[in-house]
């Protein structure tokens, strides 16, 4: 099994920009599709990005799109999530996730625990 933990969260004013990394213990994350999830003050958990094995694709969903990027680095065995144009309703906790097969985006095989980001008006 594969373990994966996000860091990276904090408290940010609205326009501001952060980048939340996650990495992974017992397996490579290389070998796995990844994507990044958030769950919103009383919402339900819900898809913001994914990236192929390779990296060759992503994904995005309409709300972030233009804002946020997701990127990996195999040499680093890091996943990425670049939020830039930060806006209050971005607040929530957001998840690391892995796809055993990337087929269908809410299809996730193995979560991380999740990290806060605030951001503040």
């Known amino acids: 099994q594969v373990q994966l933990v996000e860091s990276g969260g904090g408290l940010v004013h609205a326009g501001d920009s952060l980048k939340l990394s996650c990495s992974a213990s017992?397996?490579?994350?290389?070998?796995?599709?990844m994507g990044w999830f958030r769950q919103r003050p009383g919402d339900d958990r819900e898809f913001v990005a994914a990236i192929s094995r390779v990296g060759s694709n992503t994904f995005y969903a309409e709300s972030v799109k233009g804002r946020f990027a997701i990127s990996r680095d195999s040499a680093k065995d890091e996943v990425y999530l670049q939020m830039n144009s930060l806006k209050v309703d971005d607040t929530a906790i957001y998840f690391c996730?892995?796809?055993?097969?990337?087929?269908?985006?809410?299809?996730?095989?193995?979560w991380g625990q999740g990290t806060q980001v605030t951001v503040s008006s």
């Open positions: 996730a892995a796809y055993t097969e990337l087929t269908d985006l809410d299809e996730v095989d193995y």
């Open positions: 017992g397996r490579t994350i290389s070998r796995y599709a």
